[in-house]
């Protein structure tokens, strides 16, 4: 059994294949992301495949990691790109990929 004071919480942020965001929550960044790429993750995402994993933050505490999920989730398009970039992310990071 893993006790709560080592266990870790995830934030993170999903680019859509049509360039849009998602913002999550989770205990494991790989399991979760493969969910989302299967169909199986998020009601949003299922429309929205594939998902890339383009930002995650770490937390010790569930509730930080959920506020922050919330508060990006709140915010409007230009918002999330001014966060992302501020946590150092280039705009090329989502931007969509010519094939």
Partial sequence: ??????????????????GS??????TDLVKRVAAHNA??????????R??????HEE????????KAEYAFKHQSRIQKENYLKRKGLKASAW?????
């Avoid at 965001?21 to 989770?26: A, D, R, V």
């Avoid at 937390?59 to 959920?66: E, G, V």
């Fill in 21 to 26: 965001f998602y913002g999550g929550f989770t």
């Fill in 1 to 18: 059994m893993v006790k709560n004071e080592f266990k870790k919480y995830y934030f993170y942020v999903l680019l859509c294949r049509d």
């Fill in 50 to 55: 594939p998902v890339e994993l383009i930002y």
């Fill in 39 to 48: 169909g199986k993750g998020a009601k949003y995402t299922r429309t929205h």
């Fill in 95 to 99: 931007q969509l990929k010519k094939s």
């Fill in 59 to 66: 937390f010790a505490d569930k509730s930080r990691a959920l």
